[in-house]
């Protein structure tokens, strides 16, 4: 099964992506992740995309799609791959859609997550992830079970992300609104899309992504 999370910055695609890798098997491929890890490591991918994240902006086209290209071919992805954060332009969704027909690979669904910019803003300025396992939570809305503790692999570390301020989201929104959105026309014209209340609480956001797995299953 492929499937993409589709949603503006803070939509809750991350938080998402690893329910379902969990419950459903599919492998997480977040390119912002991705580059995040290229960035940290001081990779020739790494120096070009810094500052294009760092002001809110998109990397490029052909740095994407070659990360992407690259990872799909490998094991993992055999049983279908969940993208998170991918395609984000619709040069980049019509690069997947060529990867996908030369693999003989069927796009499942496109989960469109709807959540107000007004949220977003709270959601990523609290938002914090654990340093070890990239396991995410938030301040208020995600706290882990034991305070300072992570849920998942015990660390006590935990990372921000350096382009979480208030000054970044707002660029990352408009940028959202102009090169991303027009992604939802991209895939209602090919019968893929399906929009879930981002606003609700994370488990009922998760309910309702099942829905659509399961209908597609
Ligand atoms: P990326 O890492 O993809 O960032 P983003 O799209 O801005 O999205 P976020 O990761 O900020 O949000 P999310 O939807 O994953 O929300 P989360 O689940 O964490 O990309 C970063 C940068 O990399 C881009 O700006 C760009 O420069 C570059 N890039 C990446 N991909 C690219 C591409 N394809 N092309 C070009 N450039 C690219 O949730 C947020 C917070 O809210 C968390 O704390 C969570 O606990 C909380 N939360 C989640 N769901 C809920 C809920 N339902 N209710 C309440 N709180 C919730
Ligand atoms: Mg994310």
Redesign the pocket.
């Known amino acids: 099964m492929i499937i993409i999370l589709l949603?503006p910055?803070?939509?809750?695609?991350?938080?998402?992506a690893q329910k379902i890798q969990n419950s459903h098997g599919l492998v997480q491929l977040?390119?912002?992740?991705m580059?995040r890890a290229a960035v940290a490591a001081g990779t020739e991918v790494g120096k070009k995309?810094k500052d294009?994240?760092e002001a809110?902006?998109?990397?490029t086209d052909e740095i994407?799609v070659g990360i992407i290209a690259d990872r799909i071919e490998e094991d993992d992805c055999k049983q279908g791959f969940l993208l998170?954060?991918?395609?984000?332009?619709v040069a980049?969704a019509e690069a997947l859609d060529k990867m996908l027909d030369q693999k003989a690979l069927i796009l499942g669904a496109v989960v469109e997550m709807k959540v107000d910019d007004e949220a977003l803003v709270d959601?990523?300025t609290?938002?914090y992830t654990c340093a070890d396992c990239n396991q995410?939570?938030?301040e208020v809305?995600?706290k882990p079970k034991v305070d300072g503790v992570c849920d998942n692999c015990g660390s006590t570390n935990f990372n921000r992300r350096a382009?979480d301020n208030r000054k970044t989201v707002s660029s990352?929104l408009e940028?959202y609104h102009a090169q991303t959105a027009p992604l939802l026309p991209y895939y209602e014209a090919k019968g893929v899309l399906k929009t879930v209340d981002?606003m609700?609480?994370?488990d009922d956001?998760s309910a309702q992504i099942k829905d659509v797995l399961s209908a597609l299953a």
């Open positions: 949603g910055p803070g939509a809750g695609k991350g938080t998402q977040s390119t912002g992740d580059l995309a294009f994240m809110g902006k998109l990397v994407v998170d954060g991918f395609p984000r332009t980049q959601r990523i609290g938002r995410g939570y938030h809305n995600l382009d990352r940028t981002g609700a609480d994370i956001v």
